[in-house]
């Protein structure tokens, strides 16, 4: 199984909205819609911000949302606040039953 | 609030064989998925294992050579082996909870332990 395919490198200035693209096959992101999204801030533990490619958890803020389309998922942060930059990774469960994360984006406030 | 803690041995010779466990606390292990993911300095996620807490597996195609997980209930535990480690296997190591019937997402993981393998 091959990684997910994001963006290396974001950027946007604090108030702007972007999105991070994760791309993958028939057999992982456009398989099922079970694709989710974590925060990794430097040494810090992963926090998920989206799953069921929609879905935000309890205590996530609302500036954060996903959709998908086809074999192409994309996270979705309005508002964009200092505190957002980190690394995002997309992972998605696979036609056969296994997992697979995207390569990661790191997202810059400007 | 479900915590996770991995404990492992830093650093490793090659061709030895690696042991993590991951102590849940918090919250019980049953009746739950847990898995193994490890990050490579400078590099992305890449998911290793889960385990049913009864006891069934998955595993990435990749590793699964290399790779054994296994749980133990009664210490609130899940453990993993690699064998035949490299300098590729250097990596932090994380243990998550694996949400499953119909969700399908990591919602608790450890703070991450890194292995280093060096000679």
């Known amino acids: 199984q091959s990684a997910l395919t994001q963006p290396a490198s974001v950027s946007g200035s604090p108030g702007q909205s972007l999105s991070i693209s994760c791309t993958g096959t028939s057999r992982d992101v456009g398989g099922y819609n079970y694709v989710s999204w974590y925060q990794i801030h430097p040494g810090k533990a992963p926090k998920v911000v989206i799953y069921e490619v929609s879905n935000r958890p309890s205590g996530v803020s609302y500036r954060f949302s996903g959709s998908k389309s086809g074999t192409t998922a994309s996270l979705t942060i309005s508002g964009l606040q200092a505190e957002d930059e980190a690394d995002y990774y997309c992972s998605a469960y696979t036609t056969s039953n296994a997992l697979v994360f995207g390569g990661g984006t790191k997202l810059t406030v400007l | 609030q479900v915590q996770l803690q991995e404990s492992g041995p830093g650093l490793m010779k090659p061709s030895e064989t690696l042991s993590l466990t991951c102590t849940v606390s918090g919250g019980s292990i049953n009746p739950y998925y847990w898995s193994w993911i490890r990050q490579p300095p400078g590099k992305g996620l890449e998911w290793v294992a889960y385990i049913y807490s009864s006891g069934a597996t998955n595993y990435n195609p990749s590793l699964k050579s290399r790779v054994t997980i296994s749980v133990d209930t009664s210490k609130s535990q899940f453990s993993l082996k690699l064998s035949s480690v490299t300098a590729a296997d250097t990596a932090v190591y994380y243990c998550?909870?694996?949400?499953?019937?119909?969700?399908?997402?990591?919602?608790?993981w450890g703070q991450g332990t890194l292995v280093t393998v060096s000679s």
């Open positions: 998550a909870r694996f949400m499953t019937s119909g969700l399908y997402y990591f919602d608790y």
